[in-house]
């Protein structure tokens, strides 16, 4: 398909109102928005942001989950020459506080409640002491709890509004979203996107993926992440594609949203694909419109999605919100157990070496190594996170992703897992993941969560914790003598614990550091 000419966010959402008119762009809560539509709402939201001082450069923040008014924002931000900060809906009142004195932000969008965040009440207590330090000078506010704040409506216009003249909007280098990603510092670290990384990379994904205008593409991520707004979004509306949103992940719902809008793609991770194939409303044919789309993890999540949940060109991706959500992303026509395998080639335009980890030297094709990255890549952290920036990027442009992998023959890239995830064993180092997908090719085992505890003779030993599936009984002896037909002796776990449940994050995503500490205490007892 051939690209959109646009090199700036802001002449994109014009191009393609002009190119799909009519066409859907995005479906919401029963609303379907064309492209002419979104693009008229957001030139109304970025007049009265203007209005309000917002120029080129200017930070806005958005504290909203996936819904229309999410892209009314960000793309009247844009429009405006602002540049968006995306701030997580999770927060609570002290993240948003953080959040809030390092990004600048000069105006914040927000809801005014989610789930148990009461937003409008924390930022009423914060208000004043960024009203003193003449930092944030608006907040709007979006919802029936808005008393004592603008209202979201205030910056929508119903009349027609032209384009902004020329000179006052962004340019392609300019950033365009701050995301928040969190890693090994004990606060997040501020990424900043540009807008033609964002078209042109999202361009590229959506292509890995066959995308056609005729696609309607089902996002329950947040937005608010790369894989929402740098990724989906981006590969969406790119391709003409129409952005299905679910405002906060439930599977019976997401079933429902696939079967009724004839979804053809969608966006999802391990844990989101087992809640919906797992869900008691789940039958093939509901999900039978799928396609293709995006996910990550080990082969048993790429063939689950493919074969269970019907998405049968899936797509296995490897990045980060550093490499603009996505760097490796496998072609939707390549054989499925190819897919399953790797994590694809690298993208137009981005380049993959691996690294020893102790010389820096490159490794040949086949060989273990850290993973850097170059090409679509930020250009540096800012804010607090500015002076990471040193460590995170080499001299020579390759961003350091602290992955483990190796290139294959073809050029695709193997993940093998986080240098900090990685566990040395008699000085071999082994990947918890690699231990969690033999674990997870049992029958009867739902979840499996792999760590490393010490010990003094072999450094560390492997601890596995398994939850069986509903109706089943595992026994550690059994799972054992599994490990040991497909595994190599030494990945085989020393120690196995079937529990009820594994501490993980709200997305599903394991929480490794409170495993390891349950490990920890477990093997400490067994050893009294």
Not at 182 to 199: A, D, E, M, Q, Y
Not at 391 to 402: E, H, K, P, S, Y
């Amino acid at each position: 398909m051939k690209a959109p000419y646009s090199r700036t966010l802001a002449n994109l959402v014009f191009e393609q109102a002009e190119r799909y008119g009519a066409r859907p762009a995005v479906i919401c809560d029963g609303r379907v928005i064309s492209y002419a539509e979104l693009a008229q709402r957001a030139a109304g939201v970025a007049a009265s942001l203007r209005d309000r001082g917002i120029a080129r450069g200017a930070r806005v923040g958005l504290l909203l989950n996936n819904r229309l008014e999410w892209l009314e924002a960000f793309f009247g931000t844009v429009i405006a020459g602002g540049v968006v900060v995306a701030f997580s809906t999770w927060s609570t009142r002290d993240e948003l506080g953080w959040l809030l004195r390092d990004s600048a932000v000069q105006m914040l969008i927000t809801l005014d409640r989610f789930g148990d965040n009461d937003f409008t009440a924390a930022l009423r207590g914060l208000a004043p002491e960024f009203a003193a330090e003449n930092r944030l000078r608006e907040i709007v506010v979006l919802g029936n709890e808005a008393a004592g704040f603008p209202r979201f409506e205030s910056l929508q216009s119903a009349s027609l509004v032209p384009r902004p003249p020329p000179g006052e909007g962004p340019s392609a280098a300019d950033d365009a979203i701050i995301i928040y990603t969190s890693g090994s510092s004990s606060r997040p670290k501020s990424v900043p996107l540009s807008h033609f990384g964002i078209i042109e990379n999202g361009f590229n994904i959506g292509e890995r993926q066959g995308y056609q205008p005729s696609d309607r593409v089902l996002l329950a991520p947040p937005l608010f992440w790369s894989y929402g707004s740098a990724n989906a979004m981006s590969a969406a509306l790119t391709h003409g594609a129409a952005l299905v949103l679910q405002r906060r992940f439930e599977p019976g719902e997401a079933i429902d949203l696939i079967e009724r809008h004839g979804c053809t793609a969608l966006y999802t991770l391990p844990a989101i694909t087992s809640a919906m194939i797992s869900h008691p409303d789940f039958r093939p044919e509901r999900t039978r419109s799928l396609r293709t789309g995006l996910t990550i993890g080990a082969p048993q999540d790429i063939l689950a999605a493919a074969q269970v949940l019907g998405a049968s060109e899936i797509c296995n991706v490897y990045g980060q919100t550093e490499s603009y959500g996505n760097c490796c992303v496998t072609p939707h026509d390549w054989p499925l157990e190819r897919r399953a395998a790797c994590q694809g080639p690298p993208l137009p335009g981005v380049e993959i070496r691996i690294v020893d980890a102790a010389s820096g030297a490159a490794q040949p094709r086949g060989e273990e190594g850290l993973i850097e990255v170059r090409g679509y890549v930020m250009r540096g952290y800012v804010g607090s996170s500015a002076e990471q920036t040193a460590t995170a990027l080499t001299a020579d442009g390759f961003f350091r992703t602290g992955d483990m992998g190796r290139l294959l023959p073809d050029g695709a890239i193997s993940f093998s897992g986080r240098v900090s995830e990685m566990i040395k064993k008699s000085g071999i180092n082994i990947s918890p993941a690699e231990v969690e997908d033999v674990l997870m090719r049992h029958a009867m085992v739902a979840l499996a969560g792999v760590v490393g505890v010490p010990d003094p003779r072999q450094g560390e030993l492997l601890t596995a914790f398994v939850v069986p599936k509903p109706g089943t009984t595992l026994r550690p002896d059994e799972l054992a003598a599994h490990c040991r037909t497909l595994a190599s002796r030494y990945k085989v776990p020393d120690f196995i614990e079937v529990c009820d449940s594994l501490p993980v994050t709200v997305t599903g995503k394991l929480m490794r550091r409170e495993l390891k500490q349950i490990a920890i205490s477990l093997t400490r007892d067994l050893a009294r």
